[in-house]
Nanobody, 121 residues
Framework: QVQLVESGGGLVQAGGSLRLSCATS????????MGWFRQAPGKEREFVAA????????KYADSVKGRFTISRDNAKNTVYLQMNSLKPEDTAEYYC??????????????WGQGTQVTVSS
């Protein structure tokens, strides 16, 4: 089992920045690719970004490319999502996940409880 706990969400004005963290425990963090997804009220959970076990391969949704950066620190068992130039449409609950690298939820085996990000206009 892998336990994931997200933190760093909050309320920010449009154009601002936040950094989300996802701390993991349990099985070896370095064995897993990590992903970030988000879900706004009334909408399906959507892919945001993913990173492979080593950190050398990353993927991003088109909507966040150039604004968000995913990274990981395997020594700290933590994955990060740096979010810059935030827009009101980025408002959602953000979830981290562990599994195989990809943009669909089914390739991830473990999920955190989420952290809320609200961007005001």
């Amino acid at each position: 089992q892998v336990q994931l706990v997200e933190s760093g969400g909050g309320l920010v004005q449009a154009g601002g920045s936040l950094r989300l963290s996802c701390a993991t425990s349990g099985r070896t963090f370095g064995n897993y690719a990590m992903g970030w997804f988000r879900q706004a009220p009334g909408k399906e959970r959507e892919f945001v970004a993913a990173i492979n076990w080593s950190g050398y391969t990353t993927k991003y949704a088109d909507s966040v490319k150039g604004r968000f950066t995913i990274s990981r620190d395997n020594a700290k068992n933590t994955v990060y999502l740096q979010m810059n130039s935030l827009k009101p449409e980025d408002t959602a609950e953000y979830y981290c996940a562990a599994g195989r690298i990809g943009s669909i939820t089914s390739v991830y085996d473990y999920w955190g409880q989420g952290t809320q990000v609200t961007v005001s206009s």
